[in-house]
């Protein structure tokens, strides 16, 4: 099962020289665009949930997984939601090991009206954000593989008193099979006084 990695610093210093780059250019016009973007901006410096990182494909819901199965196909059914978990999961990692390596997320559009305090509050929630979902996977996944391993103890034990008991009983009915076969057929022995005469011998 693959790990998260630590999550990364965002590119604090990217974003803030893209704030900074506002001075530069027309106050007015940047101010009119800020206004328009006000929500993308409030999004990205607080909103952002990294809804994108655990929804769709990457939702991985805890298997269901009972104490232990009793029957082939219960094993084949929990074996299989459990692979189906895993597979989602690791796919949820690999996609949060790449959000966090590639750096901001923050769209350049967005990232050139921010300012230098509000670029690095962005920054700082963003880590945040991708901190709190590592852990949290790592918690679910934790949770998930200790109660599959009980589960696969406990189902191991079972299947194998299973196995015993019916090795027992199959031991029990051919025993008990060879004692009828003998009481129906029983096997004659010679009696006293039955054998035939010696032959007579010669003079």
């Known amino acids: 099962m693959k790990r998260i990695m630590g999550v990364l610093m965002l590119g604090v210093s990217g974003l ?9 250019g027309n106050a007015q016009e940047v101010a009119k665009q800020r206004e ?13 949930r990294g809804a994108d990182l655990v929804s769709g494909r990457f939702d991985c819901p805890a298997p269901a997984i009972p104490e232990l199965s ?36 923050i769209p350049a559009d967005v990232a050139g009206l921010l300012t230098l305090a509000e670029a690095q509050q962005a920054a700082a929630h963003i880590e945040r954000v991708h901190a709190s979902l590592a852990a949290q996977a790592q918690q679910n996944s934790a949770e998930v593989s200790a109660r599959f391993e009980a589960w696969r103890d406990a189902t191991e034990q079972f299947v194998m008193a299973d196995h015993r008991a019916r090795m027992m009983e199959r ?18 022995q010679p009696t006293m006084g039955s054998s035939e005469a010696p032959p007579p011998t010669r003079p």
Do not use: H
């Open 16 to 24: 803030a020289m893209a704030g900074g780059l506002q001075s530069a």
């Open 171 to 188: 031991a029990i009915a051919s025993r008990r099979a060879q004692e009828r076969e003998g009481q129906q057929y029983p096997r004659t």
């Open 36 to 48: 328009a973007r006000a929500a993308d901006i409030a999004f990205w410096t607080g909103g952002y």
């Open 70 to 105: 009793r029957t082939k196909a219960q094993i084949k059914s929990v074996s299989e939601s459990f692979q189906a978990w895993q597979q989602c999961y690791n796919g949820f990692v690999a996609k949060l090991n790449e959000t966090v390596a590639q750096g901001s997320r």
